[in-house]
C-alpha cells in the first residue's frame, strides 16, 4: 500500500515513518504543515524549518504547506495531495494520545479518500521511550514547557538513563512521560532510516517559569562515518 507520513520531525513522526516502513507500506513523501505560532492544537512548532534536511538525511520526497490559522484547511491540501499526486492510499501518524488530533486526522483523511494508521496509538508511554532508545533513534528536547523537567536536558542526545529520569520526573510531578501533553518537544538527529546524521549547535534560553526553548543555531548533515 502506499502511504505518506504526517512528517514533523519529533520522535513520534519519524517512529511511525519507520514502522511505516518495517510494515511494507510503500511511503511515498513526508507532510509537514508549518503552523504559525506554538499554540498549535495538530501541528509540531519547534525546529519545524529542519524537516526538509531529515526528509534529505531518508531520501523520501517532503511536501510542506502553511497552516496558518487555518490548520484544518492545510490538512485537507495535505491529504488531497498525498492522493492525487503521490497515489497514496493512507496516512501514517504518530499521535500518541491526544483524541482532538487522531479524530481530526481521521475524519479529513475520510473525507479525503484515505485510510489511517496510528500505530503509536495508547501504547505504554514510558514503554515507548526506552523502546525509542533501544530501536536506535538519537534525539535532542528542542523545548520544556512542564514543572519538573530540567533544562539542562536541552539540546543533548538523550539517553537511556535521561528516559529512566524523564520516567522518574514524570511519576513525581504528574506530567506525561512522553511529553504528548505538550510537556516538551524533541527532534530527531539520527534513526533506523536516516542515511546521514543531522548535527546541530545551539543554546539554551528561558523564555518563562518552568517554560524553555533550545534555539538552534547551526544545523547540518553529516555522513554517518563522520558523525
Avoid at 514533523?8 to 504559525?36: I, M, N, Q
Avoid at 497515489?87 to 488530533?101: F, K, M, P
Avoid at 505538550?182 to 532510516?193: F, K, M, Q, R
Wanted: contains cysteine; glycine residues 8%.
Amino acid at each position: 500500500m502506499r502511504v505518506c507520513c504526517l512528517f514533523s520531525g519529533g520522535k513520534d513522526s519519524t517512529y511511525a515513518c519507520h514502522w511505516a516502513f518495517l510494515k511494507g507500506f510503500r511511503v511515498e513523501c513526508l507532510l509537514t504543515a508549518k503552523p504559525s505560532s506554538r499554540d498549535s492544537m495538530l501541528f509540531h512548532y519547534p525546529a519545524i524549518s529542519l524537516t526538509s534536511m531529515q526528509a534529505k538525511a531518508m531520501n523520501v520526497e517532503q511536501v510542506v504547506v502553511n497552516a496558518g490559522g487555518r490548520e484544518e484547511e492545510a490538512l485537507h491540501k495535505l491529504f488531497r495531495l498525498a492522493a492525487d499526486r503521490y497515489g497514496a492510499e493512507g496516512i501514517v501518524s504518530g499521535a500518541l494520545l491526544s483524541d482532538y488530533q487522531r479524530l481530526r486526522f481521521s475524519i479529513i483523511a475520510e473525507e479525503e479518500g484515505l485510510k489511517t494508521y496510528t500505530p503509536l496509538w495508547r501504547k505504554n508511554q514510558a514503554e515507548y521511550m526506552r523502546s525509542l532508545i533501544r530501536e536506535g533513534f538519537e534525539f535532542i528536547v528542542v523545548s520544556i514547557s512542564a514543572m519538573g523537567l530540567p533544562p539542562s536536558i536541552l539540546g543533548k542526545p538523550i539517553t537511556l538513563r535521561d528516559v529512566e529520569d524523564i520516567i522518574r520526573l514524570a511519576e513525581k510531578y504528574g506530567f506525561n512521560p512522553a511529553f504528548e501533553g505538550g510537556e516538551a518537544e524533541t527532534l530527531v538527529l539520527d534513526a533506523p532510516l536516516f542515511r546521514m546524521k543531522l548535527m546541530v549547535e545551539g543554546v539554551a534560553e528561558r523564555e518563562a517559569p518552568y517554560v524553555w526553548r533550545y534555539r538552534i543555531m547551526k544545523a547540518r548533515l553529516m555522513p554517518k562515518h563522520y558523525a
